[in-house]
């Protein structure tokens, strides 16, 4: 059979990649998540045995008569399973940004101490230790269910990259998950036990070993967006060179973002909590006033780590886009609600009007001209492609319908819109952006006002930096939100310049459940993630109002300490 026949849809010489639907109206998240099928959303296309592409058979059937009809009953669950990752998924990654730039961030206030012998870095190091403690226990215990995720709703996706992201996730959990709990460990049962070099060696590696993690977790992620590294054997992608996989161009561009992204959010915490303690000790109404160069130095280190990581995400950001452009210009074309292809093109800065629609004929911009071919090209006059010529591209690589196929009902056949949730991807990215300034912009200010030793008296500062915390976690929600609803339909995008036919639709990742088994594991999920986050909020509060007194008690009169903590901390 030639490469432009159509292909008989039982042979088992051809392989099915199937599409996924998606809602336009609804947000979501990494790397699966809600979506309720738009009942056009549906295509194919085939891969040979020997990697050639063999173009979807068309389907004279219009969209309007494809929407009568019931929903099929795997379309629930693949809403719910979108839902239930999406919830785990951000709670998640909640916990994992403070935890890597804290872990950091405290290494450094322990290095500090036993470079200069200042015991306010080693109030520092205490204070913000137990705290980076409570905080890494319920990452722990949340990204446990993140693996079980794979098996509960998704086991076809886990078939489908199995062989490829078996590697990277070993490693996550040997190399970089086994060293975190080990010194971890003989960082808290090490005080004044380990000599204090070696202690702040555990401290260290503890600390490295979080980002090492995050690098795994990352180009796993990297080759979902960019798969590199494999060839189509039988349908399903093989591990041809694990270097490939972590070397990955997109993972290399995305791990300094997300990283930076990490100490923006630790950066902002010690500026919220450090600058709400320094306010209460300005007339020493609380007792705290010896305590007052902790909480300055907390505040003064937060606001200059807050203020560089804003920086170096807007350099990571800007290189991570440029490769965006390259790899799933889709993406960046409804990041931009850049509906037509423009020549040059302007940056949209605040759109009015139904972003929903890919014909943009409601929607006003206000646009900063050429601006945009600049940051995907580096040139104020090249082309940057719009939604209707990509989407008129992508139904040629990848196919234009669903297989034919009965198993699938009303959906067999339909054609698949390859258009990303416009309102998602476009203010998701306008979010990130937003919220990330509003983070430096929080930082530079902490700096300015705290300046020489001055402490601001107003009510209004306290309140301000409390709330300033939210906006690097927002913002990184928010770019997470972006990164995987703007890769949809697809669950692995193809790679338009590597191993043809390496991509999957986001439909055809979900397991054979029930729309009631589903529902019980969501139910008990949010309840328990629930029940998590009362916890955690409730220890970090307690620690957080007991201040350096809650893990340094002061001394006896004999001398000794009166300290009950547990783990010897």
């Not at 490469?3 to 639907?21: K, M, T």
């Not at 950091?104 to 101490?113: D, K, P, R």
């Not at 006059?381 to 008129?392: A, K, N, P, W």
């Not at 669950?491 to 999957?504: A, H, I, K, L, Q």
């Amino acid at each position: 059979m030639d490469a432009g026949e159509a292909p008989d849809s039982n042979s088992s010489q051809y392989v099915d990649v199937l599409a996924g639907p998606q809602k336009r109206t609804v947000a979501g998240t990494t790397p699966l998540w809600l979506g309720k099928p738009n009942r056009c959303g549906w295509g194919h296309g085939r891969v040979s045995p020997h990697g050639t592409y063999v173009p979807a058979r068309q389907d004279s059937r219009t969209c309007e008569n494809a929407s009568r009809g019931s929903t099929l009953f795997t379309v629930d669950v693949l809403e719910l399973a979108r839902w239930q990752f999406g919830i785990t998924t951000v709670y998640h990654f909640l916990m994992v940004p403070l935890t890597i730039g804290l872990a950091v961030l405290v290494a450094g206030m322990q290095t500090a101490w036993v470079r200069t012998g200042d015991v306010k870095y080693l109030r520092m190091t205490k204070f913000w230790g137990k705290l980076l403690l409570v905080n890494f226990a319920m990452g722990v215990v949340t990204g446990i269910v993140q693996e079980f995720q794979f098996g509960m709703a998704w086991s076809e996706y886990s078939r489908f990259v199995g062989d490829v992201f078996g590697a990277p996730l070993a490693m996550e959990g040997l190399v970089a998950f086994f060293v975190e709990s080990t010194f971890l460990g003989l960082w808290i049962f090490g005080w004044d036990r380990l000599p204090q070099r070696v202690h702040l060696a555990c401290a260290w590696a503890f600390s490295l070993a979080t980002v090492a993690s995050a690098y795994f977790i990352l180009a796993a992620n990297s080759w979902m967006q960019h798969p590199v590294g494999v060839e189509l054997v039988d349908g399903k992608p093989r591990l041809t060179s694990i270097w490939a996989v972590l070397t990955n161009n997109t993972a290399l561009a995305a791990i300094p973002h997300t990283v930076a992204g990490c100490f923006a959010v630790a950066g902002a915490f010690l500026v919220g909590v450090g600058g709400w303690h320094l306010w209460r000790t300005r007339d020493d109404q609380h007792g705290d006033d010896g305590n007052r160069p902790v909480w300055r130095a907390s505040v003064r280190y937060g606001g200059w780590v807050g203020a560089v990581a804003f920086a170096a995400l807007a350099i990571t950001g800007d290189l991570q886009g440029k490769l965006m452009f390259e790899q799933q210009p889709m993406k960046m074309a409804a990041a931009e609600a850049l509906c037509h292809t423009e020549q040059p093109a302007g940056f949209s800065v605040f759109a009015i009007g139904d972003v929903s629609r890919p014909d943009c004929e409601d929607v006003k911009s206000i646009t900063v001209p050429a601006l945009l071919s600049f940051l995907a090209h580096n040139d104020f006059t090249s082309e940057v492609r719009g939604i209707e010529d990509l989407v008129q591209e992508y139904r040629e690589r990848y196919g234009a319908n669903y297989p034919v196929d009965d198993r699938l009902g009303e959906l067999s056949g339909q054609p698949i819109d390859y258009v990303p949730n416009l309102p998602v991807t476009y203010w998701g990215f306008r979010l990130m952006i937003g919220f990330g300034a509003l983070s430096a912009l929080a930082a530079v200010g902490v700096l300015w006002v705290t300046r020489r030793g001055r402490i601001p008296r107003g009510k209004w500062f306290p309140r301000l930096a409390l709330a300033g915390i939210a906006t690097p976690f927002l913002a990184n929600s928010f770019g997470w939100i972006f990164t995987e609803m703007g890769r949809q339909p697809f669950v692995v995008v193809p790679n338009p310049s590597g191993v043809d036919g390496v991509w999957m639709f986001t439909a055809r990742g979900v397991s054979g459940l029930s729309t009631g088994e589903v529902w019980t594991s969501l139910i008990t999920l949010t309840l328990v993630y629930g029940a998590l986050a009362v916890v955690e909020v409730f220890l970090i509060a307690r620690y957080v109002r007991g201040g350096v007194a809650g893990v340094m008690p002061p001394k006896k009169p004999d001398g000794t300490s009166d300290d009950h903590l547990a783990f010897a901390y």
